[in-house]
C-alpha cells in the first residue's frame, strides 16, 4: 500500500477540499481514504499500487489549483499493538 501527498496551492475552503477530493476520485478510482486540507494546503490518500503522479498533477491543474509536489512513499498500517 501506497501513501500518495500532493501539496496544492490555492485552496480556501472547505469546498476547495472537497473539489481537490472528487478530483482524486475521479483521477484514481481505486483511491481510499482522500483527505484535503486548506489550511495544511494538501491531500493525502491510499492506494493499493503506484500511480501515475504527472496525470494527477495534470488533473489537479486543470481545476484551477495548483499541484506544487507530489509524492508516493510506502505506506504501513499502524495499529494500536504495533
Known sequence: ????TAKI???MC???????NETVRKTVPSAKKV????????TTFLVDQQIDLEMLKS?????GYH???VSCVPY???GIFG
Do not use: F, N, R
Open 14 to 20: 472547505s469546498m476547495c477540499e472537497a473539489h481537490i
Open 76 to 78: 504501513e498500517k499502524k
Open 59 to 63: 488533473a489537479i491543474e486543470q481545476t
Open 35 to 42: 483527505k484535503s486540507s486548506h489550511k495544511k494546503g494538501e
Open 1 to 4: 500500500m501506497y501513501q500518495v
Open 67 to 69: 499541484a506544487l509536489d
Open 9 to 11: 496551492d490555492g485552496m
